[in-house]
């Protein structure tokens, strides 16, 4: 018997997110709406003190949102629940003690900061040439990686969301050297690589890597690929799908992953 494609959508947020606009239920409603066998809620958790969203995650109240529509919805959908965590060296420790306390099925580690400097803006470009802001965020996503936290690193290349205005065209084989550094690392841990298409509904007509990085990924030995749309509301869910599975596909991998209680399982590829 053939084994059974699986179409996922493992980076999904809600209102248990500071910047979510839905909520679990219709974000799952509109899953099984469109077909999705996996949903993964990945809520927005940060540990900077000087973030006025530092708190905003209630842990019991996105188990409680997340049991509720297991109950109502299980029957048609898995859904998993997970994290993102916004990744700075600084607090490390805190992120460790945190998902040590607090289970997930599993962790995206993503960076949006580089020394409490929202990477890219004109805080962070200043000092900067546009090599050295794109390796200082490269820098920072391998320390991430290095941490052995995160089942998932999330939306590389996220930089190109205002790196693009600030700095012009980017061109991964220009930064080479960082991202086959950065996958080596990553070969010596069970880490996957998402398929971020968050810069096609945001209008940068990209994806998060680019195409090209995900080939090199591949090149370089990556094993594993996750797919997330990262959708903040139910009419972006599965934005793109197809496109990431053809990059993913045209990269050589025919399985994404998916996750339950931080255990592995690679499933064939839908649509």
Same mark, same amino acid.
């Given at each position: 018997?053939?084994?059974?494609?699986?179409?996922?959508?493992?980076?999904?947020?809600?209102?248990?997110?500071?910047?979510?606009?839905?909520?679990?239920?219709?974000?799952?409603?509109?899953?099984?709406?469109?077909?999705?066998?996996?949903?993964?809620?990945?809520?927005?958790?940060?540990?900077?003190?000087?973030?006025?969203?530092?708190?905003?995650?209630?842990?019991?109240?996105?188990?409680?949102?997340?049991d509720e529509a297991r109950d109502e919805f299980g029957d048609a959908l898995k859904i998993r629940?997970?994290?993102?965590?916004?990744?700075?060296?600084?607090?490390?420790?805190?992120?460790? *003690?945190?998902?040590?306390? !607090? =289970?997930?099925?599993?962790? /995206?580690?993503?960076?949006?900061?580089?020394? +409490?400097?929202? #990477?890219?803006?004109?805080?962070?470009?200043?000092?900067?040439?546009?090599?050295?802001?794109?390796?200082?965020?490269?820098?920072?996503?391998?320390?991430?990686?290095?941490?052995?936290?995160?089942?998932?690193?999330?939306?590389?290349?996220?930089?190109?969301?205002?790196?693009?205005?600030?700095?012009?065209?980017?061109?991964?084989?220009?930064?080479?050297?960082?991202?086959?550094?950065?996958?080596?690392?990553?070969?010596?841990?069970?880490?996957?690589?998402?398929?971020?298409?968050?810069?096609?509904?945001?209008?940068? *007509?990209?994806?998060?890597? !680019? =195409?090209?990085?995900?080939? /090199?990924?591949?090149?370089?030995?990556?094993? +594993?690929?996750? #797919?997330?749309?990262?959708?903040?509301?139910?009419?972006?869910?599965?934005?793109?799908?197809?496109?990431?599975?053809?990059?993913?596909?045209?990269?050589?991998?025919?399985?994404?992953?998916?996750?339950?209680?931080?255990?592995?399982?690679?499933?064939?590829?839908g649509t």
């Open positions: 018997m053939a084994e059974k494609l699986y179409s996922v959508d493992y980076q999904v947020h809600s209102f248990c997110s500071h910047d979510g606009r839905s909520t679990i239920h219709a974000q799952c409603a509109r899953a099984v709406q469109k077909g999705l066998d996996e949903i993964g809620f990945t809520e927005h958790k940060d540990f900077d003190p000087f973030d006025p969203e530092v708190d905003y995650f209630n842990y019991d109240r996105y188990r409680r949102e997340i629940a997970g994290i993102e965590i916004d990744y700075q060296i600084w607090f490390e420790d805190k992120i460790a *003690d945190y998902l040590e306390s !607090h =289970p997930f099925d599993f962790v /995206l580690g993503s960076v949006h900061y580089v020394n +409490r400097r929202m #990477i890219m803006t004109d805080d962070y470009n200043r000092g900067r040439s546009r090599l050295t802001a794109y390796r200082d965020y490269f820098a920072a996503i391998k320390d991430s990686v290095q941490t052995g936290l995160f089942d998932v690193l999330a939306h590389l290349e996220y930089a190109n969301r205002r790196g693009i205005s600030a700095w012009g065209p980017y061109d991964p084989h220009e930064f080479e050297t960082e991202l086959l550094d950065l996958f080596a690392c990553m070969a010596r841990t069970p880490m996957a690589l998402e398929i971020n298409t968050a810069g096609l509904h945001q209008g940068l *007509d990209i994806t998060y890597p !680019h =195409p090209r990085t995900v080939q /090199l990924f591949a090149q370089a030995g990556g094993g +594993r690929i996750s #797919i997330g749309s990262d959708a903040h509301h139910p009419d972006q869910l599965a934005y793109a799908y197809e496109q990431a599975a053809t990059i993913a596909r045209a990269a050589g991998f025919s399985r994404v992953c998916t996750w339950s209680d931080r255990q592995l399982t690679e499933v064939q590829i």
